[in-house]
């Protein structure tokens, strides 16, 4: 249902118990409502987030938009809402907070929501970030498999900027282990699927990234 029909329930809602006296429709209203504020709380905690990104400023009222989503998804049976939301919460934990021990939790949680609906979009970026959080750990074998399955999701769904992004993470993954081989090769096709679909955002990460693998001495 759009938005519009959900906004014009609830007033039928309201109407209809005011002035008619059928407070039955009370907790159908609360539905609509939440329906309505649910993606609203997480539109408005993504924006939080990249704006954090690019002044890292932190703002908490990030994390208590992801939260409450959380919580109005789980109230209306939506599993790939909820999985979305607590993906998010996952990530105030380890990269507005850089703890990525609290925000793992949340991440597998996400993981298995989004497994159950066959949400590949959000089981991408689930396992992307339990990856980033393994690397962090020295688990590198973990984070291999973790960050390959995130890039052939992202390509299973046509995803073809987070293919690229994942395609980066890859390569500093390979470049943290000493296959700096494996690194550029990742960064390669990382910059001809950005290219593709002018992932513009993603060509700079990719420059970067040749800057800082190619300045890095082997690890071993």
């Excluded at 907070?97 to 497994?115: C, H, I, N, T, V």
Aim: glycine share 8%.
């Amino acid at each position: 249902m759009r938005e519009q029909d959900w906004i014009e329930r609830a007033q039928e809602d309201f109407e209809a118990a005011m002035f008619g006296g059928d407070t039955s429709v009370l907790d159908r209203s609360d539905d609509a409502l939440d329906a309505i504020e649910a993606p609203l709380s997480m539109a408005r905690g993504k924006i939080l987030h990249v704006r954090f990104l690019n002044d890292r400023e932190e703002n908490s009222q990030e994390l208590t938009l992801f939260e409450r989503a959380a919580e109005l998804y789980r109230r209306l049976a939506n599993a790939s809402g909820e999985a979305d939301a607590l993906f998010w919460i996952g990530c105030w934990h380890q990269v507005v907070k850089g703890d990525g021990a609290a925000g793992s939790p949340y991440f597998e949680r996400s993981y298995a929501l989004a497994k159950s609906v066959d949400d590949r979009m959000t089981m991408s970026y689930a396992i992307r970030h339990l990856g980033f959080a393994d690397k962090d750990a020295g688990r590198f074998d973990q984070a291999r498999d973790r960050l390959t399955e995130s890039v052939a999701l992202r390509r299973e769904i046509g995803f073809k900027p987070g293919e690229a992004a994942g395609l980066v993470a890859l390569a500093y993954l390979s470049a943290e282990t000493g296959d700096r081989s494996a690194a550029l090769h990742h960064l390669d096709e990382a910059q001809s699927v950005a290219e593709a679909c002018g992932a513009k955002a993603v060509l700079g990460w990719i420059a970067q990234a040749h800057t800082n693998i190619r300045a890095e001495r082997p690890t071993r």
